[in-house]
């Protein structure tokens, strides 16, 4: 069974970090491409960051320079690192599998001002 569990998040002041994390099993980690999404309070869900098998990355615009999406293949593991966070990167964080339904259960990053 592909399962995907998140971690890293937490509480952190504005101009601070975090670094997620997205654990996988049940898949041949390093023959997929990845994304990172997130969900804003009272908002729809929104794709933050992708990574492919390669190692070619992609940002959304409102992150991009500020965070850096990465993985290891040999841990079977995706990251987030997230700099100069602001008050709008409050989010739930999720990791998933692209072009499929298999996702994380999230973890809550929230920034305060």
């Known amino acids: 069974q592909v399962q995907l569990v998140e971690s890293g998040g937490g509480l952190v002041q504005a101009g601070g970090s975090l670094r997620l994390s997205c654990a996988a099993n049940?898949?041949?980690?390093?023959?997929?491409?990845l994304r990172w999404y997130r969900q804003p309070p009272g908002k729809q869900r929104e794709m933050v960051a992708g990574i492919d098998d390669k190692g070619r990355t992609n940002y959304a615009e409102s992150v991009e320079g500020r965070f850096t999406i990465s993985r290891d293949n040999g841990a079977s593991t995706m990251y987030l690192q997230m700099n100069n966070l602001k008050p709008e990167d409050t989010a739930v964080y999720y990791c998933?599998?692209?072009?499929?339904?298999?996702w994380g259960q999230g973890t809550q990053v929230t920034v305060s001002s």
């Open positions: 049940g898949i041949i980690f390093r023959l997929y491409a």
């Open positions: 998933n599998i692209r072009n499929s339904e298999v």
